[in-house]
């Protein structure tokens, strides 16, 4: 990389860059030659899960005594956009801010759940761990889930149905242990005025070894990009799990808002990721693509818009790097000044703004290509379509992201959803 395109290296520590460094040879070597065949074939290779496990992409935040890495949300970032910059499509990028952002949670409000094991696992690439929220009538609104759990015995009974929930088929077929989710339900039969004190968090496991978890039905979603990770339904008839596995207590939605900013700065990083490799793509393209005797790069049109989209990008790689290191101070160094709620506003902005970014970034750069660009033999489309699906509102829509910042902001009593 030319030095004058170093400058984000320069808000990062000595140990940042080293491991961005070795994250970039990773991507380089294992993910970036086979992507494309990953987005074709619909999955990740179960081995290349295992490698990223071996070279400590997963549990990254989480401590080492409770079976992560060690390491803190900015690195995680830092890894997912990297990631991203190898695999576009943002398969493998959702694969791993994933398995980063949930087992963070589940390590810090697991309690004494004892959950070492499936972080232990999810680190080592055996597992997967994800979040199960959303149902059909509308996922903005998690307040309403319709998801029933009921204690009975020491087991919450589950009844219900989510959608569009991600890792189903990596869960239930082709991991080595398996894996689950984070299941938000409402406690008790369905009232007619849910409220969040209702909801309950509850690790959900799929399948565990050769066995598949009674009382869950699954299926797969045909989606229309980043196929290289599954979406899927996930139908709980029945289902148990012992009550050890709820995380929070009364506090199950405020915790599960704590997992979402922080799985929204690590998305944030995936769009970041892609654009950087679109925007770089349109770097080559442009300055080798003449037409009427000129390269296209030649034209402010052209170039001007470049550098809008560049410093557009960065203002938002910006945001993250804020984020993280602002998730940081609050749950690795645990510093007393910093709330938990105090990451509303900054990961919503990122959230907000990395997706939409990646976006136009994207349609820019495939008009420059032009009609190659809507030929299957590019590769564009593909990243398009995977930042699609963030701008279209997997891990929370951009007037929900728009709402949080507005109500933090402005204040509660001015501001509903
Ligand atoms: C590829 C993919 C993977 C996903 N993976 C998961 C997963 O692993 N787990 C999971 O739980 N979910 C997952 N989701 C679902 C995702 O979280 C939801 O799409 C998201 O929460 C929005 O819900 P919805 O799609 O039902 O849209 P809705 O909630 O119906 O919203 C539709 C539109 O209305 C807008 N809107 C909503 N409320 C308001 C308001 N108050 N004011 C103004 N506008 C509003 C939204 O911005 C949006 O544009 C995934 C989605 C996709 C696309």
Same mark, same amino acid.
């Given at each position: 990389?030319p030095?004058h ?6 808000l ?5 860059r080293?491991?961005?460094?070795s ?18 074939a ?36 830092i ?6 910059y ?17 087992? /963070?949670? !589940?390590? $810090?409000?697991g309690g &004494?759940? #004892?959950? %070492? ?26 307040a309403?889930v ?12 589950i009844?219900?149905?989510k959608?569009?929930i ?5 869960v ?13 339900a409402?406690?008790?039969a ?8 209702? /909801?309950? !968090?509850? $690790?959900?496991?799929? &399948?565990? #070894?050769? %066995? ?23 139908r709980?008839?029945?289902?148990r ?14 915790i599960l ?18 654009a950087?490799?679109a925007?770089?793509q ?8 003449t037409?009427?005797?000129?390269? !296209? ?26 984020a ?10 645990k510093?007393?000044?910093f709330?938990?709620?105090?990451l509303?506003i ?14 136009k ?5 495939m008009?420059w ?14 990243g398009?379509?995977?930042?699609m699906?963030y ?9 929900i992201m728009?709402?949080?910042v ?12």
């Amino acid at each position: 990389m030319p030095m004058h395109l170093r400058y984000h290296d320069a808000l990062l520590s000595d140990e940042e860059r080293l491991f961005k460094s070795s994250v970039r040879e990773f991507a380089e070597r294992h993910i970036a030659p086979i992507w494309e065949k990953i987005d074709e074939a619909g999955s990740i290779p179960v081995d290349l899960i295992k490698r990223m496990g071996s070279q400590g992409l997963f549990a990254i935040p989480v401590e080492e005594e409770k079976g992560g890495v060690g390491g803190t949300v900015t690195m995680a970032a830092i890894a997912v956009e990297e990631v991203a910059y190898a695999d576009p499509s943002v398969a493998v990028a959702v694969y791993t801010l994933l398995n980063n952002g949930w087992p /963070l949670l !589940l390590s $810090l409000y697991g309690g &004494r759940g #004892g959950f %070492e094991w499936l972080v232990d696992e999810i680190a080592r690439g055996d597992s997967f761990l994800g979040i199960a929220s959303t149902e059909s009538h509308g996922g903005s609104d998690v307040a309403a889930v319709r998801t029933v759990a009921e204690e009975r015995d020491g087991m919450w009974d589950i009844n219900g149905e989510k959608t569009y929930i991600s890792g189903v088929i990596e869960v239930m077929e082709h991991l080595p242990k398996g894996g689950g989710w984070l299941l938000v339900a409402r406690k008790g039969a369905r009232n007619s005025s849910p409220s969040p004190r209702d /909801l309950v !968090l509850i $690790l959900t496991i799929g &399948r565990h #070894g050769r %066995e598949r978890a009674p009382g869950i039905e699954y299926s797969r979603l045909e989606t229309i990009g980043r196929h290289g990770i599954s979406t899927g339904i996930l139908r709980f008839n029945n289902h148990r799990e012992p009550v050890e596995h709820t995380l929070g207590g009364e506090n199950s939605f405020k915790i599960l808002l704590q997992g979402f900013n922080i799985a929204r700065i690590l998305v944030a990083a995936a769009n970041i990721g892609s654009a950087r490799w679109a925007l770089d793509q349109a770097l080559e393209w442009i300055k080798e693509r003449t037409v009427f005797g000129r390269p !296209l790069a030649s034209r402010q049109s052209v170039a001007y818009t470049y550098a809008e989209l560049l410093a557009e990008l960065e203002s938002s790689r910006l945001l993250v790097l804020q984020a993280a290191r602002l998730a940081d101070k609050i749950y690795v160094e645990k510093d007393p000044l910093f709330k938990p709620k105090d990451l509303n506003i900054p990961s919503a902005m990122a959230k907000l703004k990395a997706p939409r970014t990646a976006l136009k970034v994207y349609e820019e750069v495939m008009k420059w290509h032009g009609a190659l660009s809507y030929m299957k033999e590019s590769k564009l489309h593909r990243g398009w379509l995977g930042v699609m699906s963030y701008n279209v509102g997997a891990e929370g829509a951009e007037n929900i992201m728009r709402y949080i910042v507005a109500r933090d902001t402005i204040g509660k009593e001015h501001i509903r959803p």
